[in-house]
């Protein structure tokens, strides 16, 4: 049959960056968010990720991996609906490797 939903309104991602490989936990800000009627997916530039209703004001999802530095757009998608916000986008960077501390020794301080 049929059924009636209030359209899911998006409004923040926090954190809207991560790394290539991906695995970042995402949080996704709004309201109307329900999964009664259907699985909710994720969609990083398209790519669907699973999605876990945490609340009615709160989506989240682990971003996938990217095989380059890029910015994307995040949507939800419920049932065939899909739920866009142009300023909810993700980042995607490389991963910060520590390799050395210089100097390597810390004088200590007259007390």
Not at 65 to 75: G, T
Not at 80 to 92: A, G, H, K, P, R
Request: hydrophobic share 35%; net charge negative; aromatic share 12%.
């Amino acid at each position: 049959g049929f059924y009636f939903y209030s359209p899911y309104h998006l409004s923040t991602i926090h954190p809207n960056s991560g790394v290539l490989d991906g695995g970042t936990e995402v949080f996704l800000h709004g309201s109307n968010f329900s999964s009664d009627h259907g699985i909710v997916r994720c969609l990083f530039n398209g790519t669907a990720v699973a999605a876990n209703v945490a609340s009615p004001n709160e989506i989240v999802c682990v971003a996938p991996q990217s095989s380059q530095k890029r910015e994307v757009e995040v949507s939800v998608m419920y049932g065939y609906d899909i739920f866009t916000l142009e300023s909810l986008t993700f980042s995607y960077d490389y991963d910060i490797q520590l390799t050395a501390i210089v100097p390597d020794v810390i004088g200590r301080s007259a007390e």
